[in-house]
């Protein structure tokens, strides 16, 4: 092994066991998010943004032959999008839950992906590593923003791209996110998951220094009625799954009551749910 090779791995090793002073800390911080991520069943919720995963590496103009890093990668959508376009493509999530499901998506394309668990505050891989890293609602649920905002520019490449879906504070995901601080407060400190979904927030996070191309775009919600998303929203997606079993009946009930009022402000489909999901896309040349 060479004396870089070697370096490199000790670097790797270093981002992997956590910041010095910092190790109990991240670590309590990665088992609350695994135990977030693994709750529920994020695959059926996954499943209705892979619109977003292709679009976002148009806006990103990818190149066969680039090398892409995915952070947060989920279910693997962004990834197995970039795999399709030749790219060779790392992906990472902290939870081995959803990157064997990913894992399994790639194996049934044909597609080679090297999968990997890890933090997107300590992204276990060198700097300057790739031409083009993403996140499609993934990275902005980091609970250290600024770091993982860091770790995003440092594994860049000169002359790279970091691109980004995340979901705008006035969206259906920001006000749903929002409604669960509600009833459950966050961290002392804590910003909310939506600040990277707007301008102010990207320009905090990544500097003045940084080209920023930013895109409002929609998914679309489609269910057979609200109170049918409402009760599969509430079963798979694993923040609304924990605020859930943090309250009590009463506050359960009251967080449910909110959720539906919520859909129905926004639903367009009459009986039937037809419902805009807002975000940012994001091309960052840092």
């Given at each position: 092994m060479s004396e870089q090779e070697t370096d490199e791995r000790d670097h790797v090793r270093q981002r992997t066991n956590g910041r010095d002073g910092e190790q109990p800390q991240t670590r309590e911080r990665d088992d609350e998010q695994q135990r977030t991520w693994a709750t529920g069943d994020y695959r059926s919720i996954g499943a209705r943004f892979l619109l977003a995963a292709e679009l976002l590496c148009e806006a990103a103009r990818l190149r066969a032959g680039e090398e892409h890093l995915d952070v947060a990668t989920g279910t693997g959508n962004t990834a197995l999008a970039a795999a399709r376009r030749s790219a060779r493509v790392t992906a990472i999530d902290l939870v081995p839950d959803l990157l064997a499901h990913a894992t399994r998506r790639a194996e049934a394309e044909g597609l080679a992906i090297d999968f990997r668990q890890g933090d997107a505050e300590a992204l276990p891989v060198p700097d300057a590593s790739y031409d083009l890293v993403t996140s499609t609602f993934g990275v902005m649920f980091a609970r250290d923003q600024a770091q993982a905002a860091a770790e995003l520019r440092r594994v860049t490449r000169p002359g790279g791209r970091i691109a980004l879906a995340c979901w705008t504070p006035s969206?259906?995901?920001?006000?749903?996110?929002?409604?669960?601080?509600?009833?459950?407060?966050?961290?002392?400190?804590?910003?909310?998951?939506?600040?990277w979904g707007t301008a102010d927030g990207l320009r905090e996070l990544f500097g003045p220094g940084a080209a920023i191309e930013a895109e409002t775009r929609e998914l679309w919600w489609r269910f057979s009625s609200p109170e049918e998303h409402v009760r599969a929203w509430c079963a798979a997606y694993g923040p609304t799954v924990m605020a859930l079993a943090s309250l009590d009946a009463s506050g359960r009930e009251s967080l449910v009551a909110d959720l539906t009022e919520l859909v129905h402000e926004l639903?367009?489909?009459?009986?039937?749910?037809?419902?805009?999901?807002?975000?940012?896309?994001?091309?960052i040349r840092p």
């Open positions: 969206g259906y995901m920001g006000r749903m996110l929002a409604l669960n601080t509600k009833y459950v407060s966050p961290a002392p400190g804590t910003r909310p998951e939506s600040r639903n367009t489909g009459g009986e039937t749910l037809l419902m805009p999901l807002e975000y940012l896309e994001i091309v």
